[in-house]
């Protein structure tokens, strides 16, 4: 063990007000604590957003009555500096990475009941430079991987991981064609473990530099979802035959829900993801799964087994997720978090943790 090594003062942002982004507050005298028998010490160098950040328009809203002055983020990289006396399977110097919820089977599916016993929405989480997790929250990090590549995984990477090889018989494969939603960190860590194992991917996007950057990731065809609104048929005319999707990754929820499923194949999948599309009047056409004769199937995250995995996939291929173009210290996680709400981003928000 090394908790002589743990500075006595560090920057962390804790969150003082459900007010939303303006309710994160910077300490920069924040201190570790005891460090219980379960417990690891991890210092922290990148951290990155998701929508799960956002939450309701207040980060860490959920649980804040009973956490005052919670740490907020769920996603993070970082080196073991110390480990409780029950802790085997971590020592000081193993490069780690965060995993969203403590205390359930390595097998054990997540819902979103369980999302609100995450870290950084429950417990405390990653925008901090030293952080305290229970031994549960960790996963080792793929061995070729930047901190602010690593960072990106928890959450995201892994989502698309269970998306598109977590169904067992219906795993991606090479030449399938699958189709992804906007430039969202789910859509491109979706598009590039589909290019990995060598799928056809097309994506939907709202902008010419947005739909550049798809194609430079390599994208055979991109829509832009702002000028066809309706583009389920026509992003099912740009597959052989027009015989459509082999998976489709949906993030937007109810507002495209019906468009996804005129684009899968007969027996393809249409993976549920996320509720970026924001509410909706429009009804959701659930029976016409069974027109096309498809799956739609809705998951959350994915397992500690599958995050795992994904570090071995990602290992293996020499995956390096995307990031956006813009840099955000630790000075600057206000900004961060607007940039993530305001969705100007490209792919995912990173905030190095470190000078």
Known sequence: MAFDEIPQHFKQWELSTTQGIDGLKLVEDASIGKVGDEEVVVEMYAASLNFLDLWGGHPGMLELEKSPGLITGCDGAGVVKAAGSAVKSFTAGDKVITYLISHIADDEKVDFTKVGASIGIATNGTLTQYGKFHVSNLVHAPKEMSFEQAATLPCSALTAYNALLGLRGRQVEKGQWVLVQGTGGVSVAGLQIALAVG???VATTSSAEKAAKLKSLGVESVINYRETP??????????PDNAGFDHVLDVGGENTIGESVKAVKTDGVVTTIGLVGGPTEKQVPI?????????????VAGTRQQMRELVTFVDKVGLKPALDDVEFGIEQVRDAYWRQEKQQHFSKVVIKLRD
């Open 199 to 201: 799928a056809h991917v």
């Open 230 to 239: 309706e583009w389920g048929l026509p992003a099912r005319e740009l597959t």
């Open 287 to 299: 029976m016409a799964a069974s027109h096309h004769a498809c799956i739609v199937r809705g998951i």
